[in-house]
């Protein structure tokens, strides 16, 4: 299944349990007069882990975003997110990250990825306990408390995503095209509670912890624990948490 908009937004996704894209999912925003395109799921999640397999827009995705993110709504609202921003064609991506507690973030790290994210679906996962995001924990505070929606978008923030807007979307390249599949989640809702122990007390084996460090060593280009200039009075408690850095 596939859906095409201006912007070039088709979504080919399987899930794990309906089997059927519209069970899960809602259109959001998105036609052939629009410049970007969305969707978001029916479902709100309140801990639990989220994976999603993505092809990223391929060739020239300067000015591109493509987000993959949960969030809840209202000016105090929780978010973790993806971004996916684009680059000139044999650029590698990056890949922008941040979390929200009570409307507030400030928590971005960037990383160049360092595989072609175009060329293949690579599966992409968010594992929330009221504990940790994957493994970043001891938070000053933590977004533990509000059900949060599955949202993704493809849009044009040329005005910000590549080398801080220098680059411009070239719109003789549309459509540009990001693919989405296997859609699975091991959650509760809202109306339920997610009692599974195993997952609560998650973490990241070994092997997994030596690939996060030679991934930070080797691609990560900001921190936002490294800022001293973004944060003169000191970084935000988490960054002083052993574990977190790893």
């Not at 990056?94 to 599966?123: A, C, M, S």
């Not at 994957?134 to 993704?152: A, D, E, L």
């Not at 989405?180 to 091991?186: D, L, P, W």
């Not at 084996?205 to 460090?213: E, F, V």
Request: proline fraction near 4%.
């Amino acid at each position: 299944m596939g859906i095409h908009f201006l912007l070039g937004f088709a979504m080919v996704l399987a899930t794990a349990s309906a089997g059927n894209f519209y069970q899960d999912f809602d259109i959001t925003w998105g036609d052939y007069r629009t410049s970007g395109s969305g969707f978001q799921s029916k479902k709100e999640y309140l801990f639990g882990r989220i994976d999603m397999q993505l092809k990223l827009v391929a060739g020239n995705s300067a000015g591109t975003v493509t987000a993959y993110y949960l969030s809840s709504q209202g000016p105090t609202h929780d978010e973790i997110d993806f971004e996916f921003l684009g680059n000139l064609s044999g650029d590698p991506y990056i890949l922008h990250t941040n979390v929200f507690t009570q409307g507030k973030g400030n928590r971005e790290q960037q990383f160049y990825l360092w595989f072609d994210p175009t060329r293949n679906f690579h599966t992409y996962s968010v594992a929330w306990s009221a504990q940790h995001i994957i493994m970043q924990n001891q938070w000053g505070s933590f977004p533990k408390n509000q059900p949060m929606r599955i949202y993704s978008s493809l849009w044009n923030a040329d005005d910000w995503a590549t080398r801080g807007g220098l680059v411009k979307t070239d719109w003789s390249k549309a459509p540009f095209t990001a693919y989405y599949r296997n859609f699975r989640a091991s959650t509760s809702t809202s109306t339920s509670t997610f009692s599974d122990s195993a997952f609560q007390t998650q973490e990241l084996d070994a092997y997994s912890r030596r690939r996060l460090r030679w991934v930070q060593k080797n691609f990560m280009i900001y921190n936002y624990c490294t800022d001293l200039k973004r944060f003169p009075q000191g970084v935000p408690p988490e960054c002083k948490h052993s574990r977190f850095n790893l």
